[in-house]
Structures are given as structure tokens and as C-alpha cells.
């Protein structure tokens, strides 16, 4: 198993960034790096789509989907939902920071250990 560490480098997404919510993290990988990213991303996305591994009701991280195209799906389930007589419950989860406690050290260390 190889893990590439590559530096990462603070951009402030406004002028005065004062805090972490303001600073987006870029990391300036080789441009062979990037090169052989993007093919093996070609490569499992067309995997992906033509063994229709992905459900019609993912939207995220694909082409020609989008939150709009989510919202329209939610929308319709709960109006059919509804027309049917049927007990209609939504939830909603906010994950957007979700992420920013977590030990990168104990997650990196998980990551090499299942590969």
C-alpha cells in the first residue's frame, strides 16, 4: 500500500481569514500525479456507469446530477408519498462540518490498515 504525502498549503478564501471556515486547503501535486488521477477517475466512472453500480438517486460527485436533480427526486417521493396516503416523514442532516474534529492521525492510520 502506498500513501503519497504531498504538502498542503493554507489559501484564504476572503481577505482577512481569521478563521479555519475561511482557509481552503490546496495541495500542489505533481502535475504526473494529477495526470494519472484523472485516468483512473475516467476509468471508474465509466466502470461505474455502464455496470450501473451507482443508483439512479445518487446526485453527488457525478455528471449531469446535481442538488437540484436531489431535491427534485426528494420532492416527488414525498408527493407520491402523500397521494398514496401513506405516513410521510422527512429527515434532514446537516454534515457540512461533520468532518472538521476528526483525528487525522487515527484516520490516516485506518486507511493504510484496509488498504
Known amino acids: 500500500t502506498v500513501v503519497v504525502k504531498d504538502p498542503v498549503y493554507p489559501l484564504p478564501k476572503v481577505s482577512?481569514?481569521?478563521?479555519?471556515?475561511?482557509?481552503?486547503?490546496?495541495?500542489?501535486?505533481?502535475a504526473m500525479s494529477k495526470?494519472?488521477?484523472k485516468v483512473v477517475q475516467r476509468q471508474l466512472l465509466l466502470h461505474v456507469s455502464s455496470n450501473k453500480i451507482l443508483p439512479d438517486i445518487q446526485s453527488g460527485f457525478r455528471k449531469n446530477y446535481s442538488?437540484?436533480?436531489?431535491l427534485i427526486k426528494v420532492?416527488?417521493?414525498?408527493?407520491?408519498?402523500?397521494d398514496d396516503g401513506q405516513l410521510t416523514l422527512l429527515t434532514l442532516l446537516d454534515y457540512s462540518k461533520a468532518f472538521d474534529l476528526i483525528n487525522h492521525e487515527l484516520l490516516l492510520a485506518k486507511l493504510c490498515y484496509y488498504g
Open 16 to 30: 482577512q481569514a481569521c478563521e479555519l471556515k475561511d482557509i481552503r486547503p490546496i495541495c500542489l501535486m505533481p
Open 35 to 37: 495526470i494519472l488521477e
Open 67 to 70: 442538488t437540484t436533480t436531489a
Open 75 to 82: 420532492l416527488s417521493d414525498i408527493t407520491q408519498s402523500v
